[in-house]
C-alpha cells in the first residue's frame, strides 16, 4: 500500500493531466460548433485545477516564492538536461514528427531555468525583478524579457508573434 | 529505449505537472508581493501548455469531440471506481490532511462522468448539450447545470459560492 505522501504525488500528477486534456478538448469542441460542450470541459478542467491544488496543499508542496524557484530550476533542469535530450534523439531515429517540438522544449527549458535562476537571485535578496514585460513566444515556449527578439532565437518566428500573458 | 509514443505520454505528463505548479507558484508570489516573478511563472506556465499540446497533438491523442468524451468519461470512471477510494481509506488510516481533497474528489469524478455521459449522448445525436449555464463548486469540484444547488450535495456550502468559467 503506498503512502499517503506517494498518493499525493500520483493524484497531481492525474489532476494535472485531466486539466491539461480537457483543456485541449475545450477548443476542439469550440471548433466543432459545440459551444456548451466546450464549457463543459472547461469547468470540468477547473475543477480538476481544485484537485491538484489541494493535493500540493495536502502535501505542504507549497513553499515560499524563493523555495518554489528552487524547485522550478530543478525542474527546468532536469527536463533540458536528462528528460529531453534522449527522447529528441528516439524521435529523429523513428523520423516522428514529435521531433519539431521535443526539439523547441529542449531550448525553451533552458531559457526558463535561466530567467527563474535570474529570479531567484532578486527574490533572495527581498526584491521582485525588474521587467514588467514578459513575451512569450507561442509557438516554441521561448520567453524574453523587456521586448521581444527580432526573431525567436529557437523558432524564428517574427517578433510580432510573440505575446504577453496578463 | 522508450518509444517516441511513450516518450511522448512521460513528456505530457511532466508539462501538464509544470503548468500546473507554475501557476500555484504565480498565485503564491502574487500574495507575497512579488507581481513580476508571479508574471514570470504565468508565462512559463503557458509556455509549458504549448509544450504539452504539441506532444498531444504529435501523439495523435486529441480526436474529435465524440472521441474526446470517451476518452474523458475512461479517466473519470478510473480516478472515481480505483484510483480514489484506497487513497482515501490510506489517508484515513494515517490520519492526514489529505483525506478532506481525497473525499471531495472521489464524489465529484463521479459527477464529472456523469455529466460528460450526457453530453457524449447528445454529441453523438449531432448536438450540443442544450445547457449554457454551468456551474462549479470551487471548493470541492461539484459541478451542476442550469442553476446551483442550495447546498453542495459533496461539500455542503450555500448555492451564493458556485461560479461559473468564461
Ligand atoms: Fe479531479
Ligand atoms: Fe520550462
Ligand atoms: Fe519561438
Ligand atoms: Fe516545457
Ligand atoms: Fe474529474
Ligand atoms: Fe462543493
Same mark, same amino acid.
Given at each position: !500500500?503506498?503512502?499517503?505522501? &506517494?498518493?499525493?504525488?500520483? $493524484? =497531481?500528477?492525474?489532476?494535472? /493531466? ?11 469542441? @469550440?471548433?466543432?460548433? =459545440? *459551444? ?5 470541459? *472547461?469547468?470540468?478542467? /477547473?475543477? @480538476?485545477?481544485? +484537485?491538484?491544488?489541494?493535493? #500540493?496543499?495536502? %502535501? %505542504? ?5 524563493? %523555495? ?13 538536461? @536528462? !528528460?529531453?535530450?534522449? #527522447? ?12 519539431? #517540438? ?6 525553451? &527549458? ?6 527563474? /535562476?535570474?529570479?531567484? @537571485?532578486?527574490?533572495? $535578496? ?6 514588467? %514585460? ?12 523587456? $521586448?521581444?527578439?527580432? +526573431? ?13 500573458? $496578463?
Amino acid at each position: !500500500m503506498p503512502t499517503t505522501h &506517494e498518493n499525493l504525488k500520483n $493524484a =497531481f500528477a492525474g489532476e494535472s /493531466q485531466a486539466f491539461m486534456k480537457y483543456t485541449t478538448f475545450a477548443e476542439k469542441a @469550440e471548433k466543432e460548433g =459545440f *459551444r456548451n460542450a466546450a464549457k463543459l470541459f *472547461r469547468t470540468t478542467a /477547473q475543477a @480538476e485545477r481544485i +484537485h491538484a491544488q489541494g493535493h #500540493m496543499a495536502a %502535501d %505542504d508542496a507549497i513553499g515560499s516564492t524563493a %523555495d518554489n524557484l528552487v524547485t522550478a530550476i530543478g525542474g527546468e533542469t532536469y527536463e533540458h538536461n @536528462e !528528460m529531453y535530450p534522449p #527522447m529528441y534523439e528516439q524521435a529523429v531515429a523513428e523520423g516522428h514528427k514529435a521531433k519539431r #517540438m521535443f526539439g523547441y522544449a529542449v531550448e525553451a &527549458e533552458k531559457v526558463h531555468a535561466a530567467l527563474y /535562476q535570474k529570479a531567484l @537571485e532578486a527574490v533572495k $535578496a527581498g526584491n521582485d525583478i525588474t521587467e514588467s %514585460d514578459i513575451w512569450l513566444c507561442p509557438v516554441c515556449g521561448h520567453i524574453e524579457l523587456g $521586448a521581444p527578439p527580432e +526573431h525567436c532565437p529557437i523558432c524564428n518566428v517574427k517578433a510580432s508573434v510573440y505575446v504577453q500573458i $496578463a
